[in-house]
Structures are given as C-alpha cells and as structure tokens.
C-alpha cells in the first residue's frame, strides 16, 4: 500500500518561547528576491505551535505541520524536534 501524501504544510523553524504550557512560538526564516535591487531579503514568521509533551526547549530546530485551530493564534503542530539546542 502506498503512503498517502500530506496536504497539509509544513515548516522548519527555532524555538523562540516555551513559556507557555503546551505550546511553544517558532520562528520561521526564509529569504525572498528582491526584484528591484536583486538582493535576498530575510523574512521571519512567528508560529505557536501545539508542543503537547513540552518537550521543546528555546533554541531547538523543530518540523512543524498545519493542524486544525487548537485556540485563539494557535493553528501548528510540533511533528519532530530536529535538532536539540546546546546547553
């Protein structure tokens, strides 16, 4: 049987804030062209994203997925923590 492919989005971003409880903010970098000047240009997106073990720590590179709203701003799920922060 093959694996169905995911409609849903996905982004790989940092951990900013765990303070909340079961959640964590990750910002998302990505560079844009800039068409005038022809230069790249560093964009950043702030995520809260549903961390439901609160395992996620400030500075961990995380994969997080599109999920149904699970409240007022927070509408991401953390799927894997690439990358673990250096202590």
């Excluded at 049987?1 to 989005?9: D, G, I």
């Excluded at 996905?10 to 844009?32: A, P």
């Excluded at 720590?57 to 690439?82: A, F, H, N």
Aim: a positive charge.
């Amino acid at each position: 049987m093959e694996e169905q492919k995911s409609a849903k989005k996905t982004r790989v971003g940092m951990v900013t804030s765990n303070k909340m409880d079961k959640t964590v903010v990750v910002s998302v970098d990505r560079l844009i062209h800039h068409q005038k000047y022809r230069k790249f240009i560093r964009r950043q997106n702030k995520f809260k994203a549903h961390d439901a073990l609160n395992a996620c720590q400030i500075g961990d590179r995380v994969l997080i997925e599109e999920s149904r709203p699970l409240s007022k701003d927070k509408r991401w799920v953390v799927v894997k923590i690439l990358e673990k922060a250096a202590l």
